[in-house]
């Protein structure tokens, strides 16, 4: 059998690409994509993202937050439900 791995692909820095001057804080659309469901900022390793400009996404977040635009956490709501019988 021939062994097959999969390379991962090279991710490119979106805001290199686009030749972005800075990352504005009043952008939330595009800071969720760098947020978890959880609400965490998501890893340089994820996002793909230049070292700078991953600073800059995480400053922005943390503005972002501060002026009440995006929210620190996200609920988590269990599926579980109440174990307890009531009765």
């Given at each position: 059998?021939?062994?097959?791995?999969?390379?991962p692909r090279r991710k490119y820095c979106q805001f290199?690409?686009?030749?972005?001057?800075?990352?504005?804080?009043k952008d939330t659309q595009l800071l969720r994509k760098y947020?978890?469901?959880?609400?965490?900022?998501?890893?340089?390793?994820?996002?793909?993202?230049?070292?700078?400009?991953?600073?800059?996404?995480?400053?922005?977040?943390?503005?972002?937050?501060?002026?009440?635009?995006?929210?620190?956490?996200?609920?988590?709501?269990?599926?579980?439900?109440?174990?307890?019988?009531?009765?």
């Amino acid at each position: 059998m021939a062994d097959y791995q999969k390379q991962p692909r090279r991710k490119y820095c979106q805001f290199c690409k686009e030749d972005a001057q800075y990352v504005d804080y009043k952008d939330t659309q595009l800071l969720r994509k760098y947020v978890t469901d959880r609400g965490k900022i998501k890893p340089r390793r994820v996002t793909g993202a230049c070292t700078q400009h991953q600073r800059d996404i995480a400053n922005a977040v943390k503005r972002a937050r501060t002026m009440a635009l995006m929210p620190y956490t996200v609920p988590s709501i269990s599926g579980r439900g109440d174990r307890r019988k009531r009765d």
